[in-house]
């Protein structure tokens, strides 16, 4: 069972090396958990929401997709996208976001002219 969504790229206040104002990353925090949270519902109510609620063990993979090639950090898209993974628990699909009920994976891609994030969750 695969659930597969898009969400913007996360902006640049939540990375761990940027240094924004307290009130500006907890607004971008707020904004982009729910832009997550609507895409996460939306796909699961399209999935077929009772086989997606609060599951007991998930793997998401996210897939960043980069209009420009360079090397990215995997740390840092890890942290920039914690609101994602809040989100994905506050939409009922997985229980907790902790290492029991959550294991993850990161990719990066080169695409001219996108910038995403492809989300693919498994049960």
Do not use: C, Q
Request: no cysteine.
């Amino acid at each position: 069972m695969t659930l597969t969504f898009e969400v913007p790229m996360p902006p640049p206040e939540l990375s761990p090396n940027g240094r924004p104002h307290w009130y500006v990353k907890a607004e971008a925090t707020r904004e982009y958990g729910a832009a997550v949270f609507y895409a996460a519902v939306d796909a699961r109510n399209r999935a077929g929401a009772k086989n997606w609620t609060n599951l007991p063990h998930v793997h998401v993979a996210l897939t960043f997709v980069f209009p420009v090639r360079r090397r990215r950090d995997e740390d840092n898209l890890r942290a920039r996208w914690k609101a994602g993974y809040d989100a994905i628990v506050r939409a009922g699909i997985a229980v907790d976001d902790d290492m029991e009920h959550m294991t993850r994976s990161v990719y990066a891609r080169y695409e001219k002219g996108l910038s995403k994030v492809e989300v693919s969750i498994e049960a």
